[in-house]
C-alpha cells in the first residue's frame, strides 16, 4: 500500500521511528500519510510497549507541506468536500499530538512548513539543525496559517507570530530555538548518535528524553541579520489592530530608518493575498485566547469557507502560482486590503451555512489536555 512506503516505520526496542518518505515532493503531506499517521499514533498511545515516538523526513526536507495540488483540483471540480476530509483528519492528527501522552521528538534536519509544522511543532521535543528552514507561508498561498498555527504563533514571544504567520518570513534553526519554535539545536552530524541514544529509552518519562537531548544541544549564535533581533520594530508595527495599519506602521519605520528588512517584510506582506492576510491576522488574535482544540475547530471552519470559494478563490491561484506554473505572480481577489471588508472576515468564521451533510469539526476529550508550552525556554 502506498501510504505504507509513504511513512516508514522502525520498531526500535520501546521506540518508534517514522519517516515522512516523498521526498520528491518535499515529503509533502498526501491524505494516505495523515491518515497513516493519525492510525499509528493512536496506536502507540494504546500500546505500553512504546514509549517514545520520533518523526524525521527522507531527504533535504521534514515537510514541505500539505500536498496542495490534489486537493486544488479537487476544488476546481467543484468537490471541495473530499479536501474537507482531508483538513480533517490533518488537525484531528495535529491535535491528537498537541495532547499526546508520551513523549514525541521531531527531527527537523530540512525544510518545515505549514502542514510540517502541524505535524511537529505540537509535540513535545522540536530538534532543529543547522539545515532547518521554518515558514509558515500560506499567505502566498492564499491560505492562512492552519494545523493549529493559531494556537502556536500566538504564543511566540511579543508579536513574533504575528510577523512569522503573515509575512512566510523563513527561521533558521537558532531563529526556531530563540523563539521556542524549536526545543533544541543538534548538529546534523551528530543526528544518527542522538537516534540511536533516544533508542534505548526505556520510560516514558519525558525528563530521561531530555536528558538524552541536553547531551548533544549546540548552543547556535544568532545570524547577525536575524529577524529576532527585530523585536522591538516587530512589537511596534505587529501589534496592531489591522494589516493596512501594521503596513502603514512599517512604512513609517522605513522612512525614519530604511534598511533591507523593513522593506522586505513590507515587499512580502503587499505580495500576499489581502484576504488571507485579514482572516490570518484575525485567527492569530483569536488564537492567543483559546485552547489548541478550538483553535483547530475555529481553522476547520476558515479552510471550507477558503475551499468553498465563495467570498474568494485565492487558494486557486496561489497554488497555480506557485505550486503548478510557478509564475509566483498571482492575481488575487479582492485585490486590495480596503476591498475586504470586516463582514466579508467575519463570514469566515462562521459555520458554513446551507450545506447538507457539513459539520464542524469535532474532537474527542483526552486524557491529558496538555497545552504544549511553546515559546520560553522549556
Ligand atoms: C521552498 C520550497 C519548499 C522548496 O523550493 P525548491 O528547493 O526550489 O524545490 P521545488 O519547489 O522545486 O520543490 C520540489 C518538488 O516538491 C514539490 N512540492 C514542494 N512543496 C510541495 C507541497 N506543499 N505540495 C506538493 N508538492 C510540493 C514541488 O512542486 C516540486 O515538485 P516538482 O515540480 O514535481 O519537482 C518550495 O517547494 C515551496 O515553496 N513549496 C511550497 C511550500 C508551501 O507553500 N507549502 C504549503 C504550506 S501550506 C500547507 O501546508 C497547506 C496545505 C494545503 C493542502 C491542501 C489544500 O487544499 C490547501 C492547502
Not at 518508534?16 to 494516505?32: G, V
Not at 521531531?106 to 543547522?130: D, K, P, Q, W, Y
Not at 463582514?343 to 504544549?372: G, I
Amino acid at each position: 500500500m502506498a501510504s505504507q512506503s509513504q511513512v516508514l516505520v522502525e520498531e526500535k526496542s520501546s521506540v518508534r521511528i517514522l519517516t515522512l518518505n516523498r521526498p520528491k515532493q518535499l515529503n509533502a503531506l498526501c491524505f494516505n500519510m495523515i491518515s497513516r499517521l493519525l492510525q499509528l499514533f493512536l496506536a502507540y498511545e494504546e500500546d505500553p510497549s512504546v514509549k517514545l515516538v520520533i518523526l524525521k523526513g527522507q531527504g533535504r526536507a521534514f515537510c514541505a507541506g500539505g500536498d496542495v495540488p490534489p486537493v486544488v483540483n479537487n476544488i476546481v471540480q467543484g468537490k471541495w468536500r473530499l479536501g474537507a476530509d482531508f483538513f480533517r483528519d490533518q488537525y484531528t492528527l495535529n491535535y491528537v499530538m498537541a495532547t499526546y501522552s508520551k513523549p514525541q521528538v521531531s527531527i527537523l534536519n530540512g525544510i518545515v512548513m505549514g502542514a510540517g509544522a502541524g505535524v511537529s511543532i505540537h509535540g513535545r521535543f522540536r530538534i532543529a539543525t543547522e539545515n532547518t528552514v521554518f515558514a509558515m507561508p500560506e499567505t502566498a498561498l492564499g491560505l492562512f496559517p492552519d494545523v493549529g498555527a493559531s494556537y502556536f504563533l500566538s504564543r511566540l514571544p511579543g508579536f513574533f507570530g504575528e510577523y512569522v504567520g503573515l509575512t512566510g518570513a523563513r527561521l533558521d534553526g537558532a531563529e526556531m530555538l530563540a523563539c521556542g519554535l524549536a526545543t533544541h539545536f543538534v548538529l546534523s552530524s551528530s543526528l544518527d548518535a542522538l537516534e540511536a541514544d533516544l533508542c534505548k529509552v526505556g520510560s516514558s518519562d519525558p525528563s530521561f528524553v531530555s536528558t538524552i537531548l541536553d547531551a548533544y544541544t549546540h548552543h547556535p549564535y544568532l545570524k547577525q541579520k536575524s529577524a529576532y533581533y527585530r523585536l522591538d520594530v516587530i512589537d511596534r508595527c505587529f501589534s496592531r489592530r489591522t494589516v493596512e495599519e501594521i503596513i502603514s506602521a512599517l512604512e513609517r519605520e522605513a522612512t525614519q530608518e530604511p534598511d533591507d528588512w523593513i522593506l522586505t517584510t513590507i515587499r512580502a506582506l503587499k505580495k500576499s493575498s489581502p484576504s488571507s492576510l485579514k482572516i490570518s491576522l484575525r485567527s492569530i488574535r483569536e488564537g492567543r485566547l483559546q485552547g489548541v482544540g478550538q483553535c483547530l475547530i475555529r481553522e476547520y471552519r476558515m479552510v471550507c469557507h477558503v475551499m468553498k470559494g465563495d467570498l474568494s478563490k485565492d487558494l486557486v491561484e496561489g497554488c497555480r502560482a506557485i505550486l503548478i506554473d510557478k509564475d509566483r505572480n498571482p492575481k488575487w481577489k479582492p485585490k486590495r486590503l480596503e476591498d475586504m471588508k470586516d463582514n466579508m472576515v467575519d463570514q469566515y468564521f462562521e459555520r458554513v451555512e446551507e450545506e447538507e451533510r457539513w459539520e464542524d469539526l469535532k474532537l474527542s476529550p483526552r486524557n491529558n489536555l496538555r497545552a504544549s508550552k511553546i515559546a520560553a525556554k522549556l
